[in-house]
């Protein structure tokens, strides 16, 4: 991931705030979600539940997720892919994310296994992006 698109993030995104998430929808127009997002290298990771979410994604990967603090102007818009996953690796992903949100214990009441009927991990590869308002 660019160095400069990591650190933007880090200055205004921590692990349990929300960004919201635009996948394309049947029709062509944005399906907007507010979700949590998680950050390792070199992807964004997104805990994915909603069935419209995976649908917009199998028959289109592009994604635009917009990251911002309340109360500043200063945000990031990235664009890219999302990969879906449900495998180990998958799984180790979406755990670290939980607990860097809530902590072990948070893990503990959210626990669950990664499967294509009900939680997936998706993988947002950046391909460009916009810093706004950070020096």
Known sequence: MDPALRSAIEKLHGPADWVHLSTID???????????????????????????????????PRACVAISKPGTMAHVIVWGRIEIRTD???QQM???????????????????????????????????????GLD
Not at 41 to 59: A, I, M, Y
Not at 124 to 131: A, F, M, V, Y
């Open 94 to 132: 979406w755990e670290a994310m939980i607990v860097g949100a809530f902590g072990p214990e948070g893990l503990g009441k959210r626990a669950r296994t990664l499967s294509r009927d009900a939680t997936m991990l998706g993988l947002l590869t950046p391909e460009h992006h916009r810093i706004y």
């Open 26 to 60: 049947r029709d062509g127009g944005p399906h907007v979600t507010p979700m949590m997002m998680g950050l390792q290298d070199p992807w964004l990771l997104f805990s994915l539940t909603g069935k419209q979410k995976v649908r917009n994604l199998e028959r289109d």
């Open 88 to 90: 180990a690796e998958a």
